[in-house]
């Protein structure tokens, strides 16, 4: 079974109006942490933001937040206000286990989403 | 900007040579890895390293092997290379504080 599914291969939004990526995940280890990377046509990967299981409030960095559902295992990014640079290929990723002395952050990603932003 | 480079940014090479990847990071973390990007598959893990000389292997590891002789070097090895790794290749380090991995720049392999 998939650990981390987007079930989105592609999504379209007008500029300036707020979108939803989905991300569902699979972990039957309480601590584990959520992130969302973007990847645009120039290829890097980029960091947007991170939830831990633990932790009680939503995440927010800037226009993105993250909807962090835990009974329902989903982890949504949202995206304000979108952008014409949004526009690129989104990844959801999940560490298993507690971070401590000596563990690792080993990640599994999604697919991805490929967002388009429309002017 | 995580301070890491990748090289060689682009190869081309053939059926049966043997590749090395070199990532280098400036910021002296203990935790590196290595993935892999095929369309279709999203990242996943070839080999990390939790220190010098302290490797393992993770999802997709077969026909890879690495070594990190210098905390600031990852290598990643091809042995034998096949079409089928052609591929996008990744290095990441982790940061503690904040808990995230950042990637370098991407090296692009094509094998003939």
């Known amino acids: 079974a998939q650990k981390i599914t987007q079930t989105q291969p592609g999504m379209f939004v007008q500029e300036k109006e707020a979108v939803t990526l989905d991300c569902t995940y699979d972990?039957?280890?309480?601590?584990?942490?959520l992130f969302w990377y973007k990847q645009p046509s120039s290829g890097e990967m980029i960091f947007l933001i991170y939830?831990?299981?633990?932790?009680?409030q939503n995440a927010t960095e800037g226009r993105y937040s993250l909807n962090f559902q835990k009974a329902r295992k989903s982890a949504n990014l949202v995206i304000s206000a979108s952008q014409l640079g949004d526009s690129a290929m989104y990844f959801c990723?999940?560490?298993?286990?507690?971070?401590?002395?000596?563990?690792?952050?080993?990640?599994?990603f999604g697919k991805g989403t490929l967002l388009t932003v429309n002017p | 900007d995580a301070g890491i480079t990748q090289s060689p940014r682009h190869k081309v090479t053939e059926t049966g040579t043997p590749v090395t990847l070199r990532c280098h990071q400036t910021?002296?973390?203990?935790?590196m890895y290595w993935y892999r990007q095929d369309p279709g598959h999203g990242l996943r893990l070839i080999h990390y390293?939790?220190?010098?000389?302290?490797?393992d292997k993770g999802e997709v590891s077969d026909g890879y092997s690495v070594s990190r002789s210098k905390t600031e070097d990852f290598l990643l090895t091809l042995e034998s290379a096949t079409s089928s790794q052609t591929s996008v290749y990744f290095c990441?380090?982790?940061?503690?504080?904040?808990?995230?991995?950042?990637f370098g720049p991407g090296t692009r392999l094509l094998v003939l």
């Open positions: 990723a999940m560490r298993e286990g507690a971070v401590s002395g000596g563990s690792n952050y080993k990640l599994t």
């Open positions: 972990t039957s280890d309480p601590s584990y942490g």
């Open positions: 939830q831990g299981s633990y932790d009680q």
């Open positions: 910021e002296n973390h203990r935790y």
């Open positions: 390293s939790y220190g010098v000389k302290d490797t």
């Open positions: 990441a380090i982790a940061r503690e504080r904040p808990e995230t991995q950042y």
